[in-house]
């Protein structure tokens, strides 16, 4: 079992930066691979990026691509979002998830384990 705690979400203007974490409770955190999506109003939830257990190894939708970083401290327990040059498009609730095996790592069924997401809200 794994418990997942996302922070960090808030309210930034367009070109802005904003830092997630989320947080896993559990030994086993190194052994899944993490990813975060978002889900906007009346949309469906949308797959952002995913790091492999080590932290060597990334995925991100084209969407986000050179503008937001995933990155992972399995000593910590936590996974990171790093979202950079912000645009209102951005705005959703941002969810991280754990899953044991990576082999869709862009789709939602793949995760295990899913945290009760944070607010982004981008103003332009």
């Known amino acids: 079992q794994v418990q997942l705690v996302e922070s960090g979400g808030g309210l930034v203007q367009a070109g802005g930066s904003l830092r997630l974490a989320c947080a896993a409770s559990?030994?086993?955190?190194?052994?899944?691979?993490m990813g975060w999506f978002r889900q906007a109003p009346g949309k469906e939830r949308d797959f952002i990026a995913a790091?492999?257990?080590?932290?060597?190894?990334?995925l991100y939708a084209g969407s986000v691509k050179g503008r937001f970083i995933v990155t992972r401290d399995n000593a910590k327990n936590t996974v990171y979002l790093q979202m950079n040059s912000l645009k209102p498009e951005d705005s959703a609730v941002y969810y991280c998830?754990?899953?044991?095996?990576?082999?869709?790592?862009?789709?939602?069924?793949?995760?295990?384990?899913w945290g009760q997401g944070t607010q982004v809200t981008v103003s332009s």
């Open positions: 559990g030994r086993t955190f190194s052994s899944y691979v």
């Open positions: 790091v492999n257990i080590h932290g060597n190894s990334t």
């Open positions: 998830a754990a899953a044991r095996t990576g082999i869709n790592v862009g789709r939602t069924y793949e995760y295990d384990y």
